[in-house]
């Protein structure tokens, strides 16, 4: 695993000219041997969040985006000539939908938006974009995945030239795993060990929908990045000393409730006595691996999406709905507290105030590890003002309450 940096992986972080979309607040990526000192973290810089108006997964999705990409300063500076890395969100089991609705209108990323974001990459001269997720407990290829919900995997793979797909929770196409270090020595993990697709990119995009969570309160483009761990060394039953072949289970027994330890072979818990409390580990971990592997675009689509939770558990009140939204912005702790603002959240709350009712804040976390700044005041929100985008999700949720409490009052 221990080798130089390369020109390339630099360049990666580094800030580029005046006019492209990259701002100088992606730090350069640590790959190589473990620092022997906990360096003092650089603090988080101010980002560029865009915010648009989307009423469907029309031709108006690409207009839409290619504006807000021209806000954000251009692609072209950002992804010309490069292999740019695109994860996506395909959460849960694929049976657990809601009600009728479609996963991609609920709790996954719309084909019509990969397809969309993937066109402008290529349009403004990417060499290569690869589609990259780990879906539930599976070694299927992200074809297979797609065709399970009846889409059709070539839209996406003809929207731009040399596209790619691979499935992260393994191996895939890699000889080895790749090695991100947290910057500064993390929290809960000094390193995480990932598909070799998140190194051999040289623009790294979160493409994640506009979701709460049961445990973290929300997920956005950083709890996306929390699903580029491969599960055969992070999961249930993930190898003991090695990676394990083929992705089994999900991660909470590593990573929610530190049940057991990954794979030997991967850096271990900083300290063995670490909070069991999955509402500090999880927080923790999300902001670490946004800062190991930070994002250079982090795109939220809000189109269609669903209330109450990440996916469909059954207890909780849940609703489709459709806040017609997009926001992007150039580092996911910026973006996420746009998009939290856009749904009636306090991207600044504290444990135990909304969204944050079981868990810290992972914004917090991620602005003290040098990702990003949470506060929109302090970053420049351009486009849609916040006002004008609001789609109050609490505000739904209370709504679905008081139906269910008339419909058992009326029935009794």
Known sequence: MKRNITRRECL?????????????????????????????????????????????????????????FDQ???????????????????????????????MEDTFWSHPSMIG?????????????????????SSAETLEEVMLSQNWRPEDILNAAPNVEFENTNYLGRGKKY??????????????????????????FVSLAKLKEHALTGVTLSMKNIYGTTPITIYGGQAGIDEPAVRPQGGRGEVFHFA???????????IDPNYSKDAGVRLPHIIAELNAARPAHLAIIEGINT???AETNYGSRPQAAVSPGVIIAGTNTVATDGVAMAVMGFDPMAVRGKAPFTSADNMLQLGEEIGV?????KKNEVIGVPIADALFDFAAVRTKILQQQRGGRAGGA
């Open 12 to 68: 990666a972080g580094a800030a580029m000219a005046a006019g492209c979309l990259l701002l100088p607040n992606v730090p350069t990526i640590a790959r190589a041997a473990a620092p022997s000192t906990r360096p003092a973290l650089p603090p988080a810089r101010a980002g560029k969040v865009t915010i648009g108006r989307c009423k469907t997964y029309g031709p108006e999705l690409v207009t839409t985006l290619a504006t807000m």
């Open 259 to 269: 049940r057991r330890a990954p794979s030997k072979s991967a850096p271990q818990q």
């Open 372 to 376: 990003g700044l949470r506060d929109p």
């Open 72 to 102: 954000l300063g251009g692609l072209g500076g950002l992804v010309k000539g490069k292999t740019v890395a695109v994860k996506v969100n395909f959460i849960g089991v694929r049976s657990q939908r809601l009600g009728d609705a479609k």
């Open 116 to 136: 969309a974001v993937v066109h402008l990459l290529g349009e403004a001269g990417a060499k290569q974009v690869r589609v990259l997720e780990g879906p539930w």
């Open 306 to 308: 669903a209330t109450g």
């Open 178 to 203: 790749s090695r991100f270090w947290v910057p500064g020595g993390g929290w809960v993990f000094p390193g995480y060990d990932l598909n070799h697709s998140y190194e051999d990119c040289d623009v």
